[in-house]
């Protein structure tokens, strides 16, 4: 991701395309509100199409790393590795009781 850079002197460490001050969230939201790559190229046109595609890239790989920490229970663990996403048990850390149901029993 050679064109993105997480700078804490910059947006308070946000990613952003390198040499600008264009947040990756910028240009996700304005993708995820209808905006077309070219009509954001034309507002912002310090851009290029590249960097717009590797900020849907990074975004993509950020969440690929997504973990899901549960307590000891092993429907639930087994319930999320189903779709596709990595669990850790971890036993003890007191989130029996929590009134969030993520998946039915």
């Known amino acids: 991701m050679n064109r993105i ?3 804490p002197k910059k947006l308070g460490g ?4 390198k040499g600008t001050r264009i947040s990756i ?3 996700l939201k304005m ?8 009509k954001i190229l034309k507002e912002y046109p310090e851009l290029t199409e590249e960097d717009i595609r590797e900020a849907i890239r990074y975004a993509s790989q950020i969440l690929s790393r997504e973990k899901f920490l549960l307590d000891d229970d092993d ?3 087994k319930w999320f590795e ?3 996403n990595e669990a850790i048990k ?8 929590s009134t969030t149901q ?3 029993k």
């Open 14 to 17: 946000k990613p952003v395309i």
């Open 90 to 97: 971890l036993i003890g850390i007191g989130l029996k009781g």
């Open 75 to 77: 429907y639930i663990k």
């Open 31 to 38: 993708l995820a509100n209808g905006m077309d790559i070219k």
């Open 82 to 84: 189903s779709k596709g």
């Open 5 to 7: 850079e997480i700078n």
């Open 102 to 104: 993520i998946c039915p």
């Open 25 to 27: 969230h910028l240009i």
